[in-house]
């Protein structure tokens, strides 16, 4: 089993930055993902940013440029910097670990961007 536990959300304004952050424990293997997903009041979960062990990462269309995913492999964690942040990013966010076809999902955090 693998257990995920996130931290750093919180209320910001537009504009500011935030960063996240998702510690894993447990069976880890030496080949995953981990990435970060949101989803936001009324609408379904989305992936905002992946990265593997070998470094590859994927970030959705609205958040390029702004966020930057990086992993800390030998602490088993995962950060998520977001810069510029607007409305539209207020959402609970999500660490997820994917590791042989199997997804585990932390607790969620929220973020909220409002003036």
């Known amino acids: 089993q693998v257990q995920l536990v996130e931290s750093g959300g919180g209320l910001v304004q537009p504009g500011e930055s935030l960063a996240l952050s998702c510690a894993a424990s447990?069976?880890?293997?030496?080949?995953?993902?981990m990435a970060w997903y949101r989803q936001a009041p009324g609408k379904q979960r989305e992936l905002v940013a992946s990265?593997?062990?070998?470094?590859?990462?994927n970030y959705a269309d609205s958040v390029k440029g702004r966020f930057t995913i990086s992993r800390d492999i030998d602490k088993h964690t995962v950060y998520l910097q977001m810069n510029s942040l607007n409305s539209e990013d207020t959402a609970v966010y999500y660490c997820?670990?994917?590791?042989?076809?199997?997804?585990?999902w932390g607790q969620g955090t929220q973020v909220t961007v409002s003036s």
């Open positions: 447990g069976r880890m293997f030496l080949i995953n993902t």
């Open positions: 997820n670990l994917n590791q042989l076809s199997r997804d585990y």
């Open positions: 990265r593997t062990t070998g470094g590859s990462t």
